[in-house]
């Protein structure tokens, strides 16, 4: 039973730029969550998908957007990069909203 | 929205030794959750605890969620369990709050 994998693990990108990142949910589950994590911060929640749609978001501007798919895998977009957004960003799913579980993260390094 | 305070920011222990780690919560306990972040980043959930206790080998976790606390317990410490952990809560069980961790450092 494959966990929540997120693709690319590393990557490097230049101010201005845009990036995204993938998730595909664990087995069985239909939420997805995407949290940012700064060096040495605890996780900050973005935003979460369920039913392809956006439910909740947290304290991110437009430029951090998503998607979620019917299959329920799930896209990170952010826009205009700035040093800032470098960070670990973390994809986590779940079912009936109670325990989650992340993946392995993709490491974010705006230059 | 709801804080939380973890404690201690840093812990160093020699192997074989037992911790306690705590979180206070500034509001009402509902989808409390503590995980484990390995050096690579990866966050393992342990429990998944609004109240009670629960135990899971040498770990073990208590919510006296009206007192809205947390305790984590690890016991007979290893290396392996170095890392950073964190309690987390949030009204939905998706959008949680985390606090700022406790580094775990186990010498051998």
């Known amino acids: 039973d494959a966990g929540v994998t997120q693709s690319p693990t590393h990557l490097i990108k230049t101010r201005g730029q845009q990036v995204t990142l993938r998730c595909s949910p664990k087995s069985g589950h239909d939420t997805v969550s995407w949290y940012q994590q700064a060096l040495g911060q605890g996780p900050q929640f973005i935003f979460q998908y369920y039913e392809e749609e956006e439910r909740q978001r947290g304290n991110f501007p437009d430029r951090f957007s998503g998607h979620q798919f019917p299959n329920y895998s799930s896209e990170l977009n952010v826009n205009a990069l700035l040093l800032g957004d470098s960070a670990l960003y973390l994809c986590a799913s779940s079912f009936l909203g109670n325990t989650i579980y992340f993946g392995e993260g993709s490491w974010l390094t705006v230059v | 929205g709801i804080q939380v305070e973890q404690s201690p920011p840093d812990l160093i222990l020699q192997e074989g030794a037992n911790s306690t780690l705590r979180c206070n919560f500034s509001?009402?306990?509902?989808?409390l959750q503590w995980f484990h972040q390995n050096p690579w980043g990866q966050l393992i959930n342990l429990f998944y605890?609004?109240?009670g206790t629960k135990q899971n080998g040498r770990l073990s976790a208590t919510t006296v969620a009206t007192e809205r606390y947390s305790l984590l317990y690890i016991s007979s410490s290893q290396t392996t369990d170095s890392g950073v952990y964190f309690c987390?809560?949030?009204?939905?069980?998706?959008?949680?709050?985390f606090g700022a961790g406790t580094i775990l450092r186990v010498k051998s």
């Open positions: 987390a809560d949030g009204d939905d069980g998706n959008k949680l709050v």
């Open positions: 605890i609004p109240s």
């Open positions: 509001d009402s306990v509902n989808n």
